[in-house]
């Protein structure tokens, strides 16, 4: 009867070992998948500030900027 409750325990023991190691194992993978996906939205991010930068550094935009802080410098009221 002992060696009976021996193997159940084994078995469970083996069981929950194999589910841990399958559990951690998938949580490396998933970390690696969140670190890609970082790095393409710090790429999209970058990309994105870069074609701001350019369109608020053209001279059309400047003045446009200029006129609208002049005009809200110069109010009477």
Same mark, same amino acid.
């Given at each position: 009867?002992? /060696?009976? !409750?021996? =193997?159940? =325990? ?9 589910? %841990?190691? #399958? %559990?951690? #194992?998938?949580? #490396?993978? /998933?970390?690696?998948? *969140? ?12 990309? $994105?500030?870069?074609?701001? $930068? ?10 446009? =900027? *200029?006129?609208?802080? /002049?005009?809200? =410098?110069?109010? !009477?009221?």
């Amino acid at each position: 009867m002992q /060696d009976h !409750k021996n =193997l159940s =325990l084994r078995t469970r023991h083996r069981r929950w070992w194999s589910v %841990r190691q #399958a %559990r951690l #194992a998938g949580a #490396a993978r /998933d970390r690696g998948m *969140s670190t890609a996906e970082y790095a393409v939205g710090t790429i999209a991010a970058c990309a $994105f500030a870069a074609l701001l $930068f350019k369109v608020v550094s053209s001279p059309e935009v400047q003045e446009m =900027l *200029s006129s609208l802080i /002049d005009r809200a =410098l110069n109010t !009477k009221g």
